[in-house]
């Protein structure tokens, strides 16, 4: 049985299993800030899913690659987006800072603690950053 590593925490789960509802049956979340509501629940069109994975996983379809090619993602990113994302074997998985987990350079986020609430995550974005990072994202 594959273990997934997410932000401190080990969860168990079937082979194949889809990394978002994985997270998600464990109560954790693939998104950041806003996203956690806003999302397009898993139709690999928005991006807000977008994680960084290292392990057994299934190779990138045309629908998550298609998204991955669209800003503010860049194939340099190699992140994948977990909605996607099916596991095949061990996976450690690291969500970044941003609407669209793409602020490499700020470092993973950290491990969740228990009493976490959404107004306290420090994942929360406002809508200045939502906007500034839209607006960043461009690719040469």
């Avoid at 049985?1 to 997270?23: A, H, K, S, W, Y």
């Avoid at 045309?62 to 099916?86: A, M």
């Avoid at 596991?87 to 800072?97: C, H, L, N, Q, T």
């Avoid at 793409?102 to 809508?127: F, H, Q, R």
């Amino acid at each position: 049985m594959p273990t997934v590593t997410f932000r401190g925490r080990e969860i168990e789960c079937n082979e194949g299993e889809t990394l978002r509802d994985v997270l998600q049956d464990a109560g954790l979340t693939p998104h950041n800030g806003k996203t956690k509501t806003f999302n397009c629940r898993g139709f690999a069109s928005c991006g807000t899913c977008a994680v960084a994975v290292d392990g057994e996983v299934s190779d990138v379809g045309l629908r998550e690659k298609g998204r991955l090619l669209v800003p503010p993602h860049h194939p340099n990113y190699d992140l994948r987006l977990s909605c996607q994302t099916k596991v095949i074997g061990d996976v450690r998985v690291e969500k970044y800072p941003g609407n669209w987990g793409t602020k490499i350079a700020k470092g993973p986020l950290p491990p969740v603690d228990e009493v976490d609430s959404a107004e306290t995550d420090p994942a929360e974005t406002d809508s200045a950053e939502f906007d500034s990072e839209a607006s960043e994202a461009t690719v040469d």
